[in-house]
């Protein structure tokens, strides 16, 4: 109901719902909204972020790139248990090793799955000469990916409700513009520059309806992506496990033991090798993102400790599965500072369960057998008669360790089978290896004009038992997970071993799922197809800017009626200046400290972190003390000035300098500088725009004084 008495329609009262709903969250979402479409190219920022990483170039062909790793790799461990070889794509500079030492467990490592295994070196080498690199300390674009639905400095719970509840907020907004916008599509085509009020409006529904369908993808599956925080109690109350049994009703396809625990991209810097995008990306399986490996202990049988073989002892009250008291921990891929991340390994909290991603998780149960999960799959049941450990070989007898005969070690959904030998077996006779570069073109030929050659694992090297696995860079489709072609060959021989013809069944509803949020990761999918989405994220950041400037403009008449502005109008004005241009002056001077702090300063990717949030305090505090049009004017040349002199500055600080970059086709690091110029551009043409039109002067409608009645003057 209106003021003046008049009813309201359906669109009266969603443009209210609209207006409001925007502007309790609209700084929140737009910290959200830019940050994630910076995740796009967290990869290239990372990369950007290590100037070491830029000296290797990678105009060699892969036959080359792997011939290099080999040499190295048969020069510093001969006899290791295994091998795992990251070759650079388009997005990634360098080739990654990875060396499983005698009696390491191998769990999969990389994005190829194999090598590494948890606890295997990891080496960084330049791509021609295979001179090893050692780059900074850096989260780079990790960071920026983790606030995105983490913030930062909060638990993890807690923050993941606070963005989980902006994402829906987001939702509602967007459902109610909708409804609002009656000429939804004629407001599409139509910009009228110049207009003030109008203008802004336009900007906004341009904007909001040309990337309409991503902005509905991307908040519906963000709130996909979050529903095993924001929703647990149906899937709790059905599975006792909780949510991870779920997941694996889920993930029961017996086909995904060839491909396990897979990133569609390369990634990470975990301990199982690089598993999702190279970079610090996690693989994210079974929905939900996660880094690093879980381990969960239980001990006992009911009657002992807990139901069923122990209660959980999860600090956010996620169950662990039956069969062990579960404490879970994170081994994760980054840097100080984020929880599963280097710098510690933090006990889950809030009720989040250690997530899939790049580790795989050992389970140790005393009679009975807890189960093991690896990749989200649980193993059988130990049987009794022993401390059941289960590991990537299955080992002893009734009375030892594991099942009678060795237990399978379930590796995304399939149990493997048993190797019976002990880690101390003495290691396989000699053998001289095969020319695996034929594998590699073997392997090209196959996948010719469809995907690339992302990893190659060597398990058992040198030896008569060596075997090598070849994994392409991405999945055949977004709807199937994990689901990333692979060819096995041995090592001796070179010849193709025959696996199993795959057969992906997958049900409706997981289909929609792992689409719709694969495509809110950008996982799996093609560089055009990523600058797609980045646009799409870019348009999506205009809309909520466009939106909170507009909140400002509308009320402009009012506020000159009144003569003054309330304290809660000019909260807004400082919040808009802060969080439009202060959130990229905070992005740029992230960038900038990256290359100031000494490299081998300890612990400065904490520092870095730390100099992008003074500095956007700062934005704050002087958007808060300035008049609102000067605030936007300095904010606005500073942010110009920082992003048009940071490619001259990765430059004079190490890195490849912008024309160099371009002429050898290391297109990861140009475009980083070539968007950064472009950023200036945009900022400066606003800054020219709002310097060259000084503000209107409101024009207030002029009241008629009442008519005199002359009858009652006296005379």
Same mark, same amino acid.
């Given at each position: 109901?209106?003021?003046?008495?008049?009813?309201?329609?359906?669109?009266?009262?969603?443009?209210?719902?609209?207006?409001? @709903?925007?502007?309790?969250?609209?700084?929140?979402?737009?910290?959200?909204?830019?940050?994630?479409?910076?995740?796009?190219?967290?990869?290239?920022?990372?990369?950007?972020?290590?100037?070491?990483?830029?000296?290797?170039?990678?105009?060699?062909?892969?036959?080359?790139?792997?011939?290099?790793?080999?040499?190295?790799?048969?020069?510093?461990?001969?006899?290791?248990?295994?091998?795992?070889?990251?070759?650079?794509?388009?997005?990634?500079?360098?080739?990654?090793?990875? $060396?499983?030492?005698?009696?390491?467990?191998?769990?999969?490592?990389?994005?190829?799955?194999?090598?590494?295994?948890?606890?295997?070196?990891?080496?960084?080498?330049?791509?021609?000469?295979?001179?090893?690199?050692?780059?900074?300390?850096?989260?780079?674009?990790?960071?920026?990916?983790?606030?995105?639905?983490?913030?930062?400095?909060?638990?993890?719970?807690?923050?993941?409700?606070?963005?989980?509840?902006?994402?829906?907020?987001?939702?509602?907004?967007?459902?109610?513009?909708?409804?609002?916008?009656?000429?939804?599509?004629?407001?599409?085509?139509?910009?009228?520059?110049?207009?003030?009020?109008?203008?802004?409006?336009?900007?906004?529904?341009?904007?909001?309806?040309?990337?309409?369908?991503?902005?509905?993808?991307?908040?519906?599956?963000?709130?996909?992506?979050?529903?095993?925080?924001?929703?647990?109690?149906?899937?709790?109350?059905?599975?006792?496990?909780?949510?991870?049994?779920?997941?694996?009703?889920?993930?029961?396809?017996?086909?995904?033991?060839?491909?396990?625990?897979?990133?569609?991209?390369?990634?990470?810097?975990?301990?199982?090798?690089?598993?999702?995008?190279?970079?610090?990306?996690?693989?994210?399986?079974?929905?939900?993102?996660?880094?690093?490996?879980?381990?969960?202990?239980?001990?006992?049988?009911?009657?002992?400790?807990?139901?069923?073989?122990?209660?959980?002892?999860?600090?956010?009250?996620?169950?662990?599965?039956?069969?062990?008291?579960?404490?879970?921990?994170?081994?994760?891929?980054?840097?100080?500072?984020?929880?599963?991340?280097?710098?510690?390994?933090?006990?889950?909290?809030?009720?989040?369960?250690?997530?899939?991603?790049?580790?795989?998780?050992?389970?140790?149960?005393?009679?009975?057998?807890?189960?093991?999960?690896?990749?989200?799959?649980?193993?059988?049941?130990?049987?009794?008669?022993?401390?059941?450990?289960?590991?990537?070989?299955?080992?002893?007898?009734?009375?030892?360790?594991?099942?009678?005969?060795?237990?399978?070690?379930?590796?995304?959904?399939?149990?493997?089978?048993?190797?019976?030998?002990?880690?101390?077996?003495?290691?396989?006779?000699?053998?001289?290896?095969?020319?695996?570069?034929?594998?590699?073109?073997?392997?090209?030929?196959?996948?010719?004009?469809?995907?690339?050659?992302?990893?190659?694992? $060597?398990?058992?090297?040198?030896?008569?038992?060596?075997?090598?696995?070849?994994?392409?860079?991405?999945?055949?489709?977004?709807?199937?997970?994990?689901?990333?072609?692979?060819?096995?060959?041995?090592?001796?021989?070179?010849?193709?071993?025959?696996?199993?013809?795959?057969?992906?069944?997958?049900?409706?509803?997981?289909?929609?799922?792992?689409?719709?949020?694969?495509?809110?990761?950008?996982?799996?999918?093609?560089?055009?197809?990523?600058?797609?989405?980045?646009?799409?994220?870019?348009?999506?950041?205009?809309?909520?800017?466009?939106?909170?400037?507009?909140?400002?403009?509308?009320?402009?008449?009012?506020?000159?009626?009144?003569?003054?502005?309330?304290?809660?109008?000019?909260?807004?004005?400082?919040?808009?200046?802060?969080?439009?241009?202060?959130?990229? $002056?905070?992005?740029?001077?992230?960038?900038?400290?990256?290359?100031?702090?000494?490299?081998?300063?300890?612990?400065?990717?904490?520092?870095?972190?730390?100099?992008?949030?003074?500095?956007?305090?700062?934005?704050? @505090?002087?958007?808060?003390?300035?008049?609102?049009?000067?605030?936007?004017?300095?904010?606005?040349?500073?942010?110009?000035?920082?992003?048009?002199?940071?490619?001259?500055?990765?430059?004079?600080?190490?890195?490849?300098?912008?024309?160099?970059?371009?002429?050898?086709?290391?297109?990861?690091?140009?475009?980083?500088?070539?968007?950064?110029?472009?950023?200036?551009?945009?900022?400066?043409?606003?800054?020219?725009?709002?310097?060259?039109?000084?503000?209107?002067?409101?024009?207030?409608?002029?009241?008629?004084?009442?008519?005199?009645?002359?009858?009652?003057?006296?005379?």
């Amino acid at each position: 109901m209106r003021v003046d008495g008049k009813k309201e329609g359906p669109r009266q009262s969603m443009s209210w719902l609209h207006t409001w @709903i925007s502007l309790l969250l609209g700084w929140l979402l737009y910290a959200i909204f830019l940050t994630g479409t910076l995740s796009f190219f967290q990869n290239e920022i990372t990369i950007w972020m290590k100037p070491e990483l830029h000296q290797s170039l990678t105009n060699q062909t892969q036959q080359q790139q792997l011939t290099t790793a080999l040499k190295v790799l048969q020069e510093r461990a001969p006899e290791a248990a295994g091998w795992n070889i990251n070759l650079p794509t388009a997005r990634q500079t360098t080739t990654s090793i990875s $060396i499983q030492k005698q009696g390491e467990q191998n769990q999969g490592g990389g994005r190829g799955g194999g090598g590494g295994g948890r606890g295997g070196n990891q080496i960084i080498l330049d791509t021609a000469t295979g001179e090893e690199i050692k780059p900074r300390e850096t989260r780079g674009g990790g960071f920026l990916y983790r606030f995105h639905f983490e913030l930062y400095g909060m638990d993890r719970s807690t923050a993941r409700w606070i963005v989980g509840i902006a994402t829906m907020f987001m939702f509602v907004a967007i459902i109610s513009g909708i409804i609002t916008h009656k000429k939804i599509f004629k407001d599409f085509f139509t910009f009228r520059p110049g207009k003030g009020q109008r203008s802004w409006l336009d900007a906004h529904n341009a904007t909001a309806v040309f990337a309409l369908p991503f902005h509905l993808m991307i908040t519906f599956s963000g709130l996909l992506l979050l529903m095993y925080t924001l929703m647990p109690y149906a899937v709790n109350m059905v599975y006792e496990g909780g949510r991870r049994e779920f997941l694996q009703a889920q993930n029961q396809n017996p086909q995904q033991v060839s491909q396990p625990n897979q990133g569609a991209e390369r990634g990470g810097e975990g301990g199982q090798g690089q598993r999702g995008e190279r970079g610090g990306n996690p693989n994210f399986q079974g929905g939900e993102r996660g880094e690093g490996g879980m381990q969960a202990r239980g001990e006992g049988e009911q009657g002992q400790r807990g139901e069923r073989g122990g209660n959980p002892n999860f600090q956010g009250g996620e169950r662990a599965e039956r069969g062990g008291e579960g404490r879970m921990q994170a081994h994760g891929e980054g840097e100080q500072g984020q929880r599963g991340e280097r710098g510690g390994n933090p006990n889950f909290q809030g009720g989040e369960r250690a997530e899939r991603g790049e580790g795989g998780i050992e389970a140790r149960g005393e009679r009975g057998g807890n189960p093991n999960f690896q990749g989200g799959e649980r193993a059988e049941r130990g049987e009794r008669g022993g401390e059941g450990r289960m590991q990537a070989r299955g080992e002893g007898e009734q009375g030892q360790r594991g099942e009678r005969g060795g237990n399978p070690n379930f590796q995304g959904g399939q149990g493997v089978e048993a190797n019976n030998a002990e880690e101390n077996q003495p290691r396989a006779a000699f053998a001289k290896m095969a020319d695996i570069t034929k594998m590699l073109d073997y392997a090209q030929q196959q996948w010719k004009d469809k995907n690339g050659v992302a990893s190659v694992s $060597i398990t058992a090297p040198n030896t008569v038992d060596t075997t090598v696995e070849i994994r392409a860079i991405s999945s055949n489709s977004l709807i199937h997970r994990n689901q990333t072609p692979s060819l096995k060959f041995n090592g001796v021989t070179g010849e193709l071993i025959p696996t199993p013809a795959e057969d992906v069944k997958t049900s409706v509803p997981s289909a929609i799922y792992n689409l719709t949020t694969w495509l809110h990761q950008a996982r799996g999918v093609d560089l055009t197809l990523r600058w797609i989405l980045f646009l799409s994220g870019v348009l999506g950041t205009m809309m909520v800017a466009t939106g909170l400037v507009l909140w400002v403009v509308k009320r402009a008449p009012e506020i000159a009626k009144l003569g003054y502005k309330p304290f809660g109008h000019r909260v807004v004005e400082s919040l808009n200046v802060a969080a439009v241009v202060g959130l990229p $002056i905070a992005c740029a001077a992230y960038f900038w400290a990256n290359r100031f702090i000494p490299a081998q300063l300890p612990e400065r990717s904490a520092l870095e972190i730390k100099v992008f949030f003074i500095v956007w305090l700062v934005t704050l @505090i002087h958007s808060a003390i300035r008049p609102y049009r000067k605030a936007w004017l300095e904010q606005l040349a500073l942010v110009a000035v920082m992003y048009a002199l940071t490619p001259i500055i990765n430059f004079a600080t190490g890195g490849r300098a912008l024309w160099s970059s371009i002429y050898y086709g290391q297109w990861v690091v140009a475009s980083f500088d070539i968007i950064c110029l472009l950023l200036a551009v945009i900022f400066a043409y606003a800054y020219y725009k709002l310097y060259r039109y000084p503000q209107t002067p409101v024009k207030v409608k002029r009241v008629r004084p009442a008519a005199v009645d002359t009858q009652e003057q006296t005379p």
